[in-house]
């Protein structure tokens, strides 16, 4: 059996490209979005978010057969804010300046849809091994978004890719400048609207 | 007072929790499709996060502020890794509360507003006005009007981009464009118009 056959193989590659949590679903744009101004954030953040969500779909799929239903939103929510309560404060103590530059949005990560969506559509109804590569998939899905815009808006926004600066000063020299509007919010919302067009009319292609 | 203006007028236009923030987004951009939901939802939303700004920065103050338990004897307790728990669960519970004396009280804003309280427990920009009003130490009149403006500015958000898509239904998109991408385009195109108004200071 080939390895893009198996069943793990496709839990692991359909959020990751094929239902790409951002641009298909549609879910989690917000946190994303803020954090895109350097690869470095969004970097962390993805670390984070993966986390997150591989972690939560492994112990809610544990729990799945003694999790009563009419109360299981709660117990969800209850073991998502655990874990992000754990990654702050992990980045609190061993990358403070990082966690300072993502500010709220780390925190926020509880009310990210992607996760409570998998916690609820994915984990409850399937076993551990499957649900952590199915959060796995997630994360990387919404990870290559998300750097994918920061390397767009760090590259012509402040002439960098992580940090270190890839535009020549003979460029700057000439009269390059970098694209302020790339540092702001606008940029954010139009880059991802441009991607999600890309990506639909791939997938539009691919049908007919 | 006209720190309080000014708080206000931030948090409506150059601060917009929703264009600024990006917070709230799943809901702005499942619900703009129709205006009387959009607005709706933008009602409801200005109406919980004036409640559970003011309601969050109690319980912040009053129980997880570090020394904030020194009424109990414990000077050096400091629980504030908490908030993040204890917001949502006050957000939950808050929004259940407000629709059960909804349900009570008023058939009619009941049957305007009942339906998309429970959307709201999950709203982003909820728990981001919360975390916002501890990170920038705000007093308690402030986080009062800072909710209140937080929530004007999505409702203007929200209503001004379903206004937009009803337009758009209209218009020739080329292949793939449709729906998502194009909103998120017009939206940022709302937000780079928004920012014109931090230029104005008080």
């Known amino acids: 059996m080939k390895l893009t056959r198996t069943k793990a193989f496709k839990t ?145 926004g402040s002439g960098s890719i992580f940090g270190f600066s890839v535009i020549p000063e003979s460029a700057y020299a000439a009269g390059y400048e970098d694209m302020g509007i790339m540092m702001l919010a606008p940029a954010a919302f139009i880059i991802i609207g441009l991607m999600a067009w890309v990506q639909k009319y791939l997938a539009n292609s691919r049908k007919s | 007072m006209v720190e309080l203006v000014s708080i206000f007028l931030n948090s409506v236009f150059a601060g917009n929790i929703l264009l600024a923030y990006f917070l709230g987004m799943c809901s702005f951009v499942a619900v703009s499709k129709n205006i009387d939901t959009a607005i709706g939802l933008g009602f409801a939303v200005v109406f919980v996060l004036t409640v559970t700004t003011p309601v969050n920065w109690l319980i912040f103050h009053g129980l997880l502020a570090p020394g904030a338990l020194a009424w109990a004897g414990l000077p050096e307790v400091d629980l504030s890794f908490l908030k993040l728990i204890v917001f949502i669960s006050v957000i939950a519970a808050m929004v259940q509360a407000i629709e059960m004396i909804i349900d009570r009280f008023s058939a009619a804003l009941y049957a305007g507003l009942g339906i998309f309280l429970p959307l709201i427990a999950v709203n982003c920009a909820i728990l981001g006005g919360s975390l916002f009003m501890v990170e920038r130490e705000m007093s308690f009149i402030e986080s009062v009007v800072y909710g209140f403006g937080s929530g004007v500015g999505w409702l203007l958000a929200i209503t001004a981009m379903a206004a937009a898509r009803i337009k758009l239904r209209y218009a020739d998109l080329p292949s793939g464009l449709e729906g998502f991408g194009i909103t998120m385009i017009v939206t940022g195109l709302m937000a780079m118009a928004f920012m014109l108004f931090s230029g104005i200071t008080m």
């Open chain 1, 12 to 156: 692991f590659a359909d959020p990751a490209w094929y239902d790409n949590p951002i641009n298909m679903q549609m879910l989690g744009i917000c946190s994303a979005l803020a954090v895109t101004v350097q690869l470095k954030t969004a970097f962390v953040m993805t670390l984070a978010m993966t986390f997150v969500v591989s972690m939560s779909g492994l112990i809610i799929s544990l729990m799945r057969r003694i999790i009563p239903g009419n109360i299981r939103i709660i117990v969800e929510l209850a073991v998502i804010a655990s874990l992000v309560i754990l990654a702050d404060e992990f980045l609190k103590a061993y990358f403070y300046d990082i966690s300072k530059l993502l500010s709220v949005f780390v925190g926020l990560i509880i009310t990210n849809c992607i996760i409570l969506g998998r916690a609820e559509g994915f984990a409850l109804s399937n076993p551990p091994h499957l649900a952590l590569i199915d959060g796995l998939g997630n994360g990387v899905g919404y990870g290559s978004v998300l750097l994918s815009v920061a390397f767009i808006r760090e590259l012509f």
